[in-house]
């Protein structure tokens, strides 16, 4: 700015084009280096048309099995324009927070799995035009995204639900043995579902790189797991007790 300063629309502009090049060709931080991410109550500053590259970003520059933890200002209602164009408003934090389900839809949106509403507060810290305000703080995690490869691996989901979807669509019920990806096993016994879930590994290893499935969710049967690929031997002496 001091060699080039701005003196125009155009070449305002013009710097603008030049930024979001350096930012997609050089970013500032490298993909996938990130462990962990903190906010705290900044992301209702960032302008609404933003927030959408704010999020990616994020999982842009997290490493898989990063996380995020965001403390930030959340509405119960979408705020309206006339809100939004209130500075004091916008500056004190409160206009441009996110409506409660939009905020995890962002995190959804942009690649995040596990997202966890860790705290929320029952009391509004500002109400607003009748528009309750207040403070939440959300985990999410990065998964590993790629092809899903079929490895005859099954999680069982503990409870107490009778069944929960997680962001891929995959359907787990409880106390069944639920076919998965290798992708999606991974995942699913890592934080922050590891508590829920018991994994069930095939006693013999699966080659290949054989495409999973995924269009609908199905049980494992006891069977696939306990002979993988190939016949494991019945003979009592060949086997030992547990």
């Not at 962002?106 to 507060?121: M, N, Q, R, T």
């Not at 035009?129 to 207040?134: A, F, K, V």
């Not at 590891?194 to 969710?217: C, H, K, M, R, T």
Request: aromatic fraction near 8%; include cysteine; hydrophobic fraction near 35%.
């Amino acid at each position: 700015m001091k060699d080039h300063p701005v003196t125009s629309a155009e070449e305002y502009e013009a710097m603008q084009r030049q930024l979001e090049k350096d930012r997609l060709e050089k970013p500032l931080i490298a993909d996938n280096s990130v462990d962990v991410i903190v906010s705290n109550c900044v992301l209702n500053l960032v302008a609404d048309e933003q927030k959408r590259q704010l999020f990616d970003e994020m999982f842009r520059v997290l490493k898989v099995g990063g996380r995020i933890a965001i403390s930030d200002i959340i509405s119960d209602e979408i705020s309206p324009d006339h809100l939004k164009k209130d500075d004091k408003l916008w500056s004190g934090c409160i206009s441009g927070a996110l409506q409660e389900a939009e905020f995890l839809v962002a995190l959804e949106d942009a690649g995040f799995h596990g997202i966890v509403v860790d705290k929320y507060e029952s009391e509004p810290w500002q109400i607003v035009e009748g528009i309750e305000y207040r403070s939440v703080t959300v985990l999410a995690w990065k998964g590993e995204v790629g092809q899903a490869i079929e490895k005859n691996q099954a999680v069982i989901y503990k409870g107490p639900f009778k069944q929960v979807e997680d962001e891929d669509g995959n359907v787990f019920e409880r106390g069944e043995r639920m076919a998965v990806s290798e992708a999606t096993f991974k995942r699913m016994t890592s934080e922050p579902y590891s508590d829920q879930i018991v994994p069930v590994e095939p006693a013999l290893a699966v080659l290949g790189e054989e495409e999973f499935d995924n269009s609908y969710a199905r049980l494992r049967s006891p069977q696939e797991t306990k002979t993988g690929k190939e016949k494991i031997t019945s003979d009592p002496a060949q086997s030992s007790c547990c």
